[in-house]
Each structure stands twice: as structure tokens, then as C-alpha cells.
């Protein structure tokens, strides 16, 4: 089996408690009976594990989840926001459920809305990969966010080529990701100037320049790009960044996540038992090593 190599974890931030953040999500309802952080887990590690055996019987690894799934009930209030389809993983299996994260630890799109940033998000057309790179970045300027403890585990910066220096660079030479990494900085330049131009003008109450500088935009971008799970809305692509759960590794497993509206819960589901102690790994869809490099900067062995 292809096993994840994971890279963005060598850069930490520097005031972190990791038991602090395991009080803060016991305390709003995830259980880590199943599964917790790898022991090596702290400020910018990620990686999980089984935390006793996880049996999956053959009915369940039989059994499809086919029907879609609803948002959240805050979610689906908003007409814009109506679901085609909220299930994703090899195979889409249900399996046995690994994790159940509540849906109040999760940053959505709705959560942005009910923050400071409701006057950008209702009188601008920002796509929703931007709005959450500004919820997160709002979230992190502010030192009583409900969050904080979460964004203290983050890394400071991601080992994408996005990261690198030129010397870095130059192995990728020859190759076709080169001129993918060059092309992702000039629209990444572009977007902010374009973006920030109008929120420093229209919202200075809101967007200081020293706070919102290129290098936390790419912070942020890069956060929402590599830690959030994304979900097919009305043929758009809508990332949700679900605490906890960011902490898994990408694998070509048999699991699927998704949204249970009845039980208010994002869910993990895997197809394979696993033993205690044994790294879990969940699949975030088929991905070719160029795009697991690009946004999560890792690749796979044996893998595209």
C-alpha cells in the first residue's frame, strides 16, 4: 500500500499546547476513543492514530453511502448553499466510523458570515477558497478566538514548493511542476493585490496592511488548501476546515468523510480494521503526486 510521506510538519509554531487543544475538543463533544494524535503530534505535526482496535465487518465494507448529505442546519438556511453531493473518499465506503467531529468545532463559510467579515462577504463576490483564508487569518489576529488553540498547532509555514528558495527549486528543474509553482505565485501575487487593494481602501477598520501582509495570505491559503475537506456545492468547490480531522494524513485507503445533518456531526468512515497503535491514514479522493505536492507538500510512493 502507498504510505503518505508527510513534509508539512517540520516547521512549528513556536507558542503551542498541544494539551490544550485535546481539552478544547473534548470539552465541545470529540471523542478520541477511536483515534488520536500520533505521539510526535504537537505545534505543526500532524499524523493519527488508531487508539484501540477498529473492526470493520465485511457488511459494513459492503454497504454504500450513496445518498447526499445536508449542511449543517446554519448552512442550509442559505439558499447558495444547497447540496448536490457531501460524500468523497476511495470508494466512497461507510465502513466503521473512525472520528465524528460536531459541527460546532467547524470553520465553514457560514461561521465566516457570523464574524466580523459579514460586510465583505454580503457586498463583495469573493470566491469561497478566499473567504475561508480570510476567516482563518481573522481568526488568528484575534487572541480570544473560539479557535485559538487549533491555530496554535499550525504550522508557520508549509513545505510546498510555494516555501521554497531557489536552490530548492532548481531540482525542479526539467520538470513539468516547475512552471506550475511559477504560475501559482504570479496569480497568488495577483489575487492578493487585487483582493487587499479593495479591503484596505473599502474596510480599513477591518484590514490593517502590517496584519494582512502577502506572506500571511499565503499562510492562509495554504492552511485552507492542505487542512480542509472539500465538498461539491451546487458544482462548486467549498472547503470546510474541520479541527482535528486536519490532523489525518492523505493515503489511498478505503475511507470517505462526510456531513451527517442528523446527528450534527462531520464524519470519518474507513473501510479496513486497524489496530491500536497502527497509523491511520483517510483518502481525500485521487489525487496525481504533482497536486498532493502543490497543496499539501508530500507525495506517495507508487502513486501517479
Known sequence: MAVAISMDNRRCASAADPAAFKAWIAQNGVSTAKVDMAKECGPGVRGMVAAADVAVSQRQRQRQRRQPHALPPAERAQPALAVSSLTAGLAAQAGETLLDVPFALMMTLNTAQQGPLKKVIEEKQISPTMIMALHLLNEKLNPSSFYKDWISLLPEAFETPLFWGEEDLAGLQGSTILSVVQRRK????????????????????????????????????????????????????????????????????ESSFSLEDQEKVFRISLGKPLKAGERAYISLGAKPNSQLLMNYGFVLQDNL
Open 186 to 253: 504570479e496569480t497568488m501575487q495577483a489575487d492578493y493585490t487585487a483582493l487587499f487593494d479593495v479591503l484596505f481602501a473599502e474596510y480599513p477598520e477591518l484590514f490593517k496592511p502590517e496584519e494582512y501582509t502577502f506572506e500571511a495570505f499565503r499562510w492562509a491559503l495554504s492552511t485552507v488548501w492542505s487542512r480542509s475537506f472539500v465538498f461539491n456545492i451546487e458544482s462548486q468547490l467549498v472547503p470546510v476546515i474541520v479541527p482535528f480531522a486536519d490532523m489525518f494524513e492523505h493515503a489511498n485507503v
